[in-house]
């Protein structure tokens, strides 16, 4: 019973090249939520997705950063011309989605900590 | 624009005593809300959640505490055990389209 994963685990980048971020869901898991935490800060919301469709990117930065979450496939999170300060710890969870308190309940992955030097 | 505030970086407390987190949040459109627990280089788990329609939930030894009026919650763990050290975020949500976090608790449980 494979929870969430994400891959890679670290992923070191100098300033200017791409970094891509891979996340599968749980098994049966519609929807995707990515996360961003800076050091010594929270949590942050970037981005839900569900199966071929971004419901809410309000939390994403407008330039240089995408996620998509094709029919097939892990969802990716992809940053462009990446630069110092995306250094963090990005996780991805995943709920079944639907109505009900069980809409709520995100189960994460161990996230993906990138370093950008 | 922080939604979502822990106004406690860190916790001690003594093995067997009981633990209090506590989280306040502004938007009162906020319906459910929810704690997690994260150790280090590990991805946060949910822990206990309450629904805006409730004021208290239990689950073994964690109690979730909301005051809706007050736009506070709090997490009790009664007896708090050094398996429980690690660092506590409270989120909250409207409509399970975004979630909003705060910045953690790091409680540490003396033996």
């Known amino acids: 019973n494979a929870g969430v994963m994400q891959n890679p685990r670290h992923l070191v980048r100098r300033r200017g090249q791409e970094a891509r971020l891979r996340c599968s869901p749980m098994?049966?898991?519609?929807?995707v939520y990515w996360y961003r935490q800076l050091p010594e800060e929270g949590l942050k919301f970037m981005v839900y997705l569900q199966k071929e469709n971004i419901i809410d990117e309000s939390g994403m930065p407008k330039e240089r950063f995408s996620a998509e979450f094709p029919k097939e496939g892990p969802s990716i999170l992809r940053i462009q011309q990446v630069v110092r300060g995306d250094s963090a710890a990005y996780f991805c969870?995943?709920?079944?989605?639907?109505?009900?308190?069980?809409?709520?309940?995100?189960?994460f992955g161990p996230g993906t900590r990138l370093t950008v030097t | 624009d922080q939604q979502v505030k822990q106004n406690s970086p860190s916790l001690s407390v003594q093995e067997g005593r009981i633990s209090i987190l506590n989280c306040d949040y502004t938007n009162s459109m906020f319906d459910y809300f929810l704690w997690y627990k994260k150790y280090p280089a590990e991805g946060p788990t949910f822990l206990i959640s309450?629904?805006?329609?409730?004021d208290k939930n239990e689950d073994g030894r964690f109690t979730v505490f909301l005051n809706k009026s007050a736009k506070h919650l709090s997490l009790h763990i009664v007896p708090s055990q050094p398996g429980d050290s690690a660092v506590y975020f409270c989120a909250a949500s409207a409509w399970s389209n975004q979630f909003y976090f705060g910045t953690g608790t790091s409680l540490t449980v003396i033996p």
């Open positions: 969870a995943s709920s079944p989605g639907g109505r009900g308190p069980s809409s709520y309940e995100q189960y």
């Open positions: 309450i629904s805006s329609i409730k």
């Open positions: 098994k049966g898991h519609s929807h």
